[in-house]
């Protein structure tokens, strides 16, 4: 039997992919190739997973689920420190038929604040614009009628 790697106790939370859906999860230990984890409603044995937090993913795969937590097991080494220490959320990736996870970008209220008064602004300034344009169409129209008989008699006088 081989001897058990050493595991370190953390508590990280982290987003679990399981087929097309994506739960939060809490990471409980860690090893070079293994982690505990906690979740609401952990896959059952021998399904393969994704861990993701941060710019950190990690593929593995449930060797065992009891309650609501499980252990699973990775092929590749896990970077114990990077895992725990990765707080940046990367953007999306789309993949060949992957679901993009949503939660993994950051939502800031200011950030939707600002881009929805701006693109106000914009259609402000359109709506406006195209008042101004017809309002200075319609002016031309009657300057233009105004002035049409008289230049008619200039015209005739001259010529």
């Known amino acids: 039997m081989k001897p058990r790697e050493e595991r370190q106790k953390v508590m990280v939370k982290a987003r679990m992919r399981s087929g097309a859906s994506w739960n939060d999860v809490c990471i409980l230990n860690l090893?070079?190739?293994g982690l505990g984890i906690q979740a609401s409603e952990p896959p059952s044995r021998g399904t393969y997973?994704?861990?993701c937090r941060g710019t950190q993913?990690?593929?593995a795969r449930v060797v065992w689920a009891k309650g609501h937590r499980a252990?699973?097991?990775s092929q590749d080494a896990i970077f114990i420190r990077a895992l725990v220490n990765d707080n940046a959320a990367p953007a999306p990736r789309v993949g060949a038929g992957q679901p993009v996870e949503r939660r993994?970008?950051?939502r800031v209220a200011q950030q939707k604040h600002d881009h929805s008064r701006l693109a106000g602004r914009a259609m402000e300034f359109a709506c406006l614009a195209l008042f101004a344009g017809a309002l200075a169409?319609?002016?031309f129209g009657a300057v233009e009628q105004a002035l049409a008989a008289p230049m008619s008699q200039i015209s005739s006088a001259l010529g």
Do not use: D, N
């Open 57 to 59: 993913s990690i593929v």
């Open 49 to 51: 997973v994704e861990i």
């Open 31 to 33: 090893s070079l190739h």
């Open 71 to 73: 252990g699973l097991r």
């Open 137 to 139: 169409m319609a002016a």
């Open 104 to 106: 993994r970008t950051p």
